[in-house]
């Protein structure tokens, strides 16, 4: 397992630092903010990285794809992070492409992985249904109806769901004492009858959606995978979803030091900057004692996915860590920043109040600190 990237895969955060700094910087995404756009993102700029090759990264090239691994993704996720770019690629690609392309069937994969890769179709997860990220806890239901299935329930928290070409939602198809078992996933059409899509905003001001589904009928072609089997599947997405999102946190984090760096040069009090205070120059050291840490850990969860030698426990385990830690420093960060720049750090004018929003949101998506270190240690414990 290495923690570096590659020279290729350096390459590759070169060209996505350099494309979203021109094409989808700070100043664009409070810009979409202000514009209302549905999508929460800048369409062209989507199509722009989606020939640069990105949507094809972590597929196989019999599908399409570059075969370049979860590895691949780091450094866009970071850049993503570093430029608070907003774009589909975690909902679409992450999370709902890998499990297409899991589950999917060759049709449904000649249908949707391909458009999905193509950037021609969007999809969105539908997966959670509580304030909090529990993804074993799917009450929303699948019932057999001759040859298909009517579902009934909602869902909340629907990451790039409005707009969106098809959900893929998760559904109980039969009820037994392991929550895990009896979870099925079914791909939605977005102009399904019974189904009703709203928007949910949230603080960092991205596409997040409320999905409710009354008596919607699907023929069995809607099913993939085998009925109650999906959970190992969507865990392994789940996870792919946990260390990109802990990429994305780590390049927030790093910027975000950054920016208090500067102001620590260039805020003068007392005739002096401030950064010559020792105290603060002890509270920034601290910060960069936990971004080197952080960033060990999303380099190893990323490497984790790519492993197929590493046992599953383990992989999990590397997972919940690097969300865990991604998270939580940059939590720590944002705080730190907003304190450091004192009243401006809040205000709308400064972008250190954007990044402290969307690190709070990030934090909390697929698993908040609380949920990876009970996941954790539930893992690390689990009998042989």
Known sequence: MTLLYSEEQRLLADSAREFLAARSPVARQRALRDEHRAPGFDTQVWQDAVALGWSAIPFPESLGGLDFGCMGLGPIFESIGQNLSATPLLSSVVLSGSLMHVLGNAQQQDVWLSSVISGERRLALALEERPRH?????????????????????????VDGVGADAYLVAARTAHTSIPEQGISLFLVPANAPGLTVSALPLIDSRNHAQVRLEQVRLGADALLGD????????????????????????????????MTLDYLKTRVQFDVAIGSFQSLQHRAAQLYVELSLARSAVMAGLAALDDPALAEGERQRLASLAKWKAGSMAVRVANEAVQMHGGIGVTDELDVGLFLKRIRVAQACLGDADFHCERYASLAFAPA
């Open 227 to 258: 009925p109650g089997a999906a959970w190992p599947a969507l865990n392994t997405a789940l996870d792919r979803g946990r260390v990109c999102l802990a990429a994305e946190l780590l390049g927030m984090a790093e910027k975000l030091f950054e």
């Open 134 to 158: 529990s993804p074993q806890c799917v009450n929303l239901t699948a019932q057999a109806d001759g040859d298909g299935y009517v579902l009934d329930g909602h869902k909340y928290f629907v």
